[in-house]
């Protein structure tokens, strides 16, 4: 399924979350930080410090993505297909990514004059892991729907 510019525009800028289960159809869900939606089909997720959600994962590709814009009265849910990938040209643009997000978020702090908590530079600190690439299958609207 397609996503509109729209959409990706609302992926690559606002608070993502991502929802998988193990294959015993135990939930998990977890904020992500480095996301970008890089085609009308497709993200790509940068794994810094998954532990639950990627053995999800491995044992379960089925994936939600949740993303909301409120300010805009926009907010939308992606169900898909996850592919692991820890090497290659996937994983080389994860790489990309994650060093787009940090100078994003250098720049962020320093226009904002304040200084950034420790927590989150030992987070962005971390290397990657691996690239998770999601083939979108379907997309709701979750404002105003019953999902």
């Excluded at 959600?53 to 993303?67: H, S």
Aim: glycine residues 4%; without cysteine; proline residues 3%.
């Amino acid at each position: 399924m397609k996503m509109t510019s729209e959409i990706r525009e609302i992926i690559n800028k606002s608070k993502t979350h991502l929802a998988t289960s193990s294959k015993e159809v135990k939930p998990n869900v977890v904020p992500i930080g480095f996301v970008e939606a890089i085609s009308d089909h497709q993200l790509l997720i940068v794994d810094i410090m998954f532990g639950k959600t990627r053995k999800n994962l491995e044992e379960n590709p089925q994936v939600a993505i949740a993303v909301e814009a409120l300010q805009e009265f926009k907010a939308y849910q992606l169900k898909g297909t996850a592919t692991l990938f820890t090497s290659g040209e996937i994983f080389d643009m994860a790489l990309k990514v994650a060093k787009r997000h940090e100078e994003n978020r250098r720049i962020h702090y320093a226009k904002e004059q304040i200084g950034e908590p420790k927590w989150l530079r030992k987070i962005h600190q971390r290397k990657p892991k691996a690239a998770v690439l999601i083939e979108v299958e379907e997309i709701y609207s979750t404002i105003g729907s019953n999902e």
